[in-house]
């Protein structure tokens, strides 16, 4: 079975510096999925960024990016140009190739705050 | 067009009475994920449903909780006999297939308190 570790419990940046969140997992499967969603106090998931395993180009959506090492099953979100409105749970996520399974497996999640 | 609609946004319930959960999915979604979040943890996998079949049930505790995803009709996750332990945010996602191009939608999830 696939499992997600993220191992920043919590997290601080001050607004417009940058913030790289760390995620791990693990995997036997060489096709898959991996996502960022955000969760703010309103509790709605919201899909941040989404990355291909096959495909070496690291995803990016305006101030997100991530930095994906396939070998090393590392998959961190770098925020850019930090917003108070990003100050939120940041969820790692795995999904296997359809076919197989196509659920998401979620990391425990890391806090973001963002300060002044 | 609507996001995934779940209700209610709220629910209390005593200590053995039913609670229903209702998902509609997206317009156009025909695959429906549940998903249970306890406080400070992430969302752990339930059930997974594609109308009117179980596909993957592997996150679903054995007893007193149960799934459908109807030909018509939103998908209802129920759990019977209610305890305090299944106090939780209970998050329904869709999607309009298994593929890439098809992420999951996520509604604003139900919270259940049990008394």
């Known amino acids: 079975a696939q499992t997600v570790t993220q191992s920043q419990p919590e997290m601080s940046v001050q607004e417009a510096e940058t913030v790289t969140l760390s995620c791990t997992y693990d995997?036997?499967?060489?096709?898959?999925?991996l996502f960022w969603y955000k969760q703010p106090p309103s509790r709605q998931m919201i899909l941040v960024i989404r990355q291909e395993a096959y495909k070496q180009q690291n995803a990016t959506e305006n101030r997100f990016s991530v930095n994906f090492q396939k070998a090393a099953k590392s998959f961190s979100l770098k925020i850019s140009d930090s917003q108070l409105g990003d100050a939120a749970m940041y969820f790692c996520?795995?999904?296997?190739?359809?076919?197989?399974?196509?659920?998401?497996?979620f990391g425990t999640g890391t806090r973001l705050q963002v300060t002044l | 067009n609507a996001g995934v609609m779940q209700n209610p946004r709220h629910l209390v319930r005593r200590r053995g009475q039913e609670a229903r959960l209702r998902c509609s999915p997206m317009k156009g979604h025909s695959h429906v994920y549940w998903y249970r979040q306890l406080p400070e943890e992430g969302l752990k996998f339930m059930v997974y449903l594609q109308k009117e079949n179980i596909i993957d049930e592997s996150g679903m505790p054995k007893e007193r909780f149960s799934a459908e995803f109807p030909k018509e009709g939103p998908s209802i996750l129920r759990i019977q006999q209610v305890v305090r332990g299944d106090s939780a945010a209970y998050f329904c996602?869709?999607?309009?297939?298994?593929?890439?191009?098809?992420?999951?939608?996520f509604g604003n999830g139900t919270r259940l308190t049990v008394t």
């Open positions: 996520a795995y999904r296997s190739n359809p076919g197989t399974a196509s659920k998401l497996t």
């Open positions: 996602a869709s999607s309009k297939g298994w593929d890439y191009n098809s992420p999951l939608h």
């Open positions: 995997t036997s499967e060489s096709d898959y999925y």
